[in-house]
């Protein structure tokens, strides 16, 4: 399985609050999920990237992406400055097939998340509790985030559905300036799923051993309010 980007993905939760006063609480999530409005979702492991909702009803999702040069990788636009009268959320999301198998994901996949200038630390075990549970991905996500294409089964005749989990952490409203994100994430459990492929019969499995996953570090900005 893999991360999915949330213009091509997301979601929010019901969040044990930490012990870092920039943070705010979020509602728990069900599974029929739908994201907030008013909200800046920056992606953790990205490059300042960040996308809203704007019609929650109708799932119509706005992206503001850095552009990056096609043939260098080099990066030509940072992405549009966040309005500092929206809620900002870091935000991870996964998909794959089953509940059950989802549910698990936060105990083989940990995340680890620093922005100094927010106040914000927060350590593999913390992280934990920030976790929502598996929502289904039904018509509006595949309308809304995955642009009218079906994901299908690894194996349509038992009937699998495909479920989403999402790692998001709650900032509230920040000053204007720029903020530093530090993201590392790691494999504390081997882990294997059926991959969901864009407009394939069939996914391939997917595997993740155990070690270190990787680390980032990038900046995204927060402008002037919104009128």
């Known amino acids: 399985m893999k991360r999915f980007l949330l213009v091509l993905v997301l979601s929010i939760a019901c969040f044990a609050l930490l012990a870092t006063t920039a943070l705010a609480s979020a509602p728990r999530a069900t599974t029929q999920f739908r994201l907030e409005a008013n909200t800046a979702y920056v992606f953790a492991y990205g490059d300042g990237s960040w996308f809203e909702v704007t019609d929650v009803a109708n ?15 080099e990066m030509l636009i940072p992405a549009d400055p966040i309005p500092a009268n929206l809620d900002i959320v870091m935000q991870e999301s996964w998909k794959g097939w089953t509940f059950g198998l989802m549910k698990k994901l936060p105990t083989a996949f940990e995340i680890q998340l620093g922005i100094p200038e927010a106040g914000v630390d927060i350590s593999y075990e913390e992280a934990k509790a920030y976790w ?37 952490l709650p ?3 920040l000053d204007q300036g720029s903020y530093t994100v530090e993201y590392a994430e790691r494999w504390v459990k081997e882990w294997t799923n059926m991959d969901p492929d864009f407009g394939q019969t069939h996914g391939g499995p997917w595997h993740a051993r155990r070690g270190d996953g990787g680390s980032t570090s990038f900046t995204f900005t927060v402008g002037p309010p919104r009128l």
Do not use: M, R, S
């Open 59 to 73: 799932g119509v999702f706005v992206g503001h992406w850095a552009t990056y040069d096609e043939d260098t990788g």
């Open 132 to 168: 929502n549970d598996p929502h289904i991905w039904d018509q509006y996500w595949i309308d809304a985030a995955a642009f009218g294409e079906i994901w299908y089964a690894f194996n349509p005749h038992i009937g699998a559905d495909i479920y989403a989990t999402t790692w998001l």
């Open 171 to 173: 900032l509230g409203q």
